[in-house]
Nanobody
Framework: QVQLVESGGGLVQAGGSLRLSCAAS????????MGWFRQAPGKEREFVGG????????PYADSVKGRFTISRDNAKNTVYLRMNSLKPEDTAVYYC????????????????????WGQGTQVTVSS
């Protein structure tokens, strides 16, 4: 089983930027589709974006499209989430997850399709 640890969260003003990291251990992330999710207080965990094993597919939620960018560095066993033009509504705990879809390299958007999760990192955007 892969173990995931997120970092890079913090407090930032609206319009600012952050880069989150998701460091993996135990197994190489090249075997996995990786996803970023977030969960605000009182809300369900929602898909932010993901990256296929090949890196050729990076779907995003409409709410972050054009502002967030996901990348992966298999040599460092790390996935990144670059967040620009942050808004107060981006405030949440951000989680990375790993998925191993059978028979393809598509990025799942449902949390239940991810087998491992990190502990999360808090992102707070002030207005």
């Amino acid at each position: 089983q892969v173990q995931l640890v997120e970092s890079g969260g913090g407090l930032v003003q609206a319009g600012g930027s952050l880069r989150l990291s998701c460091a993996a251990s135990g197994r190489t992330i090249s075997k996995y589709v990786m996803g970023w999710f977030r969960q605000a207080p009182g809300k369900e965990r929602e898909f932010v974006g993901g990256i296929s094993r090949s890196g050729g597919s990076t779907p995003y939620a409409d709410s972050v499209k054009g502002r967030f960018t996901i990348s992966r560095d298999n040599a460092k066993n790390t996935v990144y989430l670059r967040m620009n033009s942050l808004k107060p509504e981006d405030t949440a705990v951000y989680y990375c997850g790993s998925a191993n879809p059978i028979g393809g390299d598509s990025v799942p958007i449902a949390p239940y399709e991810y087998g491992a999760w990190g502990q999360g990192t808090q992102v707070t955007v002030s207005s």
